[in-house]
Nanobody, 129 residues
Framework: QVQLVESGGGLVQPGGSLRLSCATS????????IAWFRQAPGKEREGLSC????????YYADSVKGRFTTSREGDKNTFYLHMNNLKPEDTAVYYC??????????????????????WGRGTQVTVSA
């Protein structure tokens, strides 16, 4: 099972930017989807983005499209979530998830990632003045 460690969270003012990192252990399958989720207090877990290591395809939830981007550092097992124009409602614990059976096309199965993915422990992001 893949091990994941998130970092880069913290306190940021509204309108600011933050970059989260996700470092993974060595992959045991050829290709993975790396996704980002978040969970705010009292709210359900929310899928945000997916990145395919097969072809670098990406997918974004409507709630973050245009503000968040996900990427990989070359061929390394380090993945990023770049967050711009942050809002107080973006305050949450952010998690990265890895799963080899999920494919990124015009969509991405967040449900399958929840059921089958390997999860990190999360990093707190707080957006406040």
């Amino acid at each position: 099972q893949v091990q994941l460690v998130e970092s880069g969270g913290g306190l940021v003012q509204p309108g600011g930017s933050l970059r989260l990192s996700c470092a993974t252990s060595a992959f045991t399958y050829d290709f993975y989807t790396i996704a980002w989720f978040r969970q705010a207090p009292g709210k359900e877990r929310e899928g945000l983005s997916c990145f395919s290591t097969r072809n670098d395809a990406t997918y974004y939830a409507d709630s973050v499209k245009g503000r968040f981007t996900t990427s990989r550092e070359g061929d390394k097992n380090t993945f990023y979530l770049h967050m711009n124009n942050l809002k107080p409602e973006d305050t949450a614990v952010y998690y990265c998830v890895a799963e080899h059976s999920v494919v990124v096309t015009s969509t991405c199965s967040f449900a399958a990632l929840v059921d089958f993915g390997s999860w990190g422990r999360g990093t707190q992001v707080t957006v406040s003045a």
